[in-house]
């Protein structure tokens, strides 16, 4: 499948900064995986969205787009499970 490159919006730059540091290996080696393979076993489509997925690290939903014509998976979010939907 070729490797994706992976661009973090500004979202989810700040719901990174927002989360305790135990927390953050899990979920940056969850959004890592996903360069290999953006459709990982576990990995669901949202539900009303042509493109988003998310995938679970944890506690945590990492909410993502897959742009397969350029090879980029764009992170929106990265919020707890209680808070991802809102």
């Given at each position: 499948?070729?490797s994706f490159e992976i661009r973090f919006k ?77």
């Open positions: 499948m070729g500004h979202s989810a730059e700040a719901d990174l900064k927002k989360i305790d540091r135990q927390f953050l290996p899990k979920i940056l080696a969850g959004v890592e995986t996903l360069s290999n393979n953006p459709f990982p076993s576990g990995c669901r489509k949202i539900t009303g969205s042509e493109s988003s997925f998310r995938v679970r690290a944890g506690d945590y939903r990492i909410i993502y787009q897959v742009d397969s014509d350029q090879k980029e998976i764009v992170i929106f979010h990265i919020r707890h499970r209680k808070d991802a939907y809102k």
